[in-house]
């Protein structure tokens, strides 16, 4: 009797899959993909970490700019207000000033809500600092030099009236004014200016007291004047 032959057997391997046949992770994967997990976790908290330093650097900035021209506003109106109270000539305004500023300067800092905006008003209070400095500087010296402008015509003025009330004395008193307009740390041009309406004013009333006094040798000075157009 023939032999039928055994059919041949199928082999069937089944792979591990899991759900909707994706592989399944063989117990010697699990680190790989822990460690993919942990490496996108941290990139995702190192750029959340940026975005918030770029935010409170932003906060930082703003909010000093803010309180920094809100200063600026306050300083120009004390800075006037400060001029208009200044005494003639101005003496120690710069100083006065400068240590107003300081104070208030270094209360804006004290408030500054972080280090970055503290940072920030610092670099800036330093800057408007020097600027207002050269402004006090420029303000005092302008009112130096016109309070020597105002001293000048005071003496002149009064020397004026010492000649009229003595018109012998008209020689010394110029001889006496010019000389301390020489001695004077002013511009050249502002001496000579200085100079010649001392000597009008002086000459002025040297003519009005002698008319008072003694006309006639008045009219006799004004009689023998010749004037050169007419030589």
């Not at 270094?106 to 670099?123: E, K, N």
């Not at 600092?129 to 010296?141: A, K, P």
């Not at 110029?174 to 000459?203: C, G, W, Y």
């Amino acid at each position: 009797m023939p032999r039928i032959p055994m059919a041949p057997q199928v082999q069937q391997t089944v792979a591990a899959s899991g759900p909707l046949g994706q592989p399944v992770a063989r117990a010697g994967h699990l680190d790989d993909y822990a460690g993919q997990a942990d490496q996108a976790l941290g990139q995702t908290l190192g750029q959340a970490a940026d975005q918030m330093a770029r935010l409170e650097s932003d906060k930082a900035i703003t909010e000093a700019d803010k309180t920094f021209s809100q200063f600026q506003l306050q300083q120009f109106q004390k800075f006037k207000d400060s001029q208009n109270t200044a005494q003639p000539g101005a003496e120690g305004f710069t100083k006065d000033y400068i240590q107003s500023y300081d104070q208030d300067a270094q209360q804006v800092l004290d408030s500054a809500s972080s280090r970055q905006s503290r940072r920030f008003l610092a670099r800036h209070l330093e800057t408007f600092r020097t600027h207002m400095g050269v402004q006090s500087i420029d303000f005092e010296g302008h009112q130096q030099y016109a309070q020597k402008e105002d001293n000048i015509q005071q003496t002149i003025q009064n020397s004026g009236q010492v000649i009229y009330q003595s018109p012998e004395m008209y020689k010394p008193q110029l001889d006496q004014v010019h000389s301390s307009i020489d001695a004077l740390n002013m511009p050249p041009d502002f001496k000579d200016k200085a100079k010649r309406a001392a000597t009008k004013e002086f000459t002025d009333q040297y003519w009005a007291s002698k008319s008072q006094t003694d006309p006639q040798s008045v009219k006799n000075a004004l009689g023998a004047y010749v004037p050169k157009a007419l030589q």
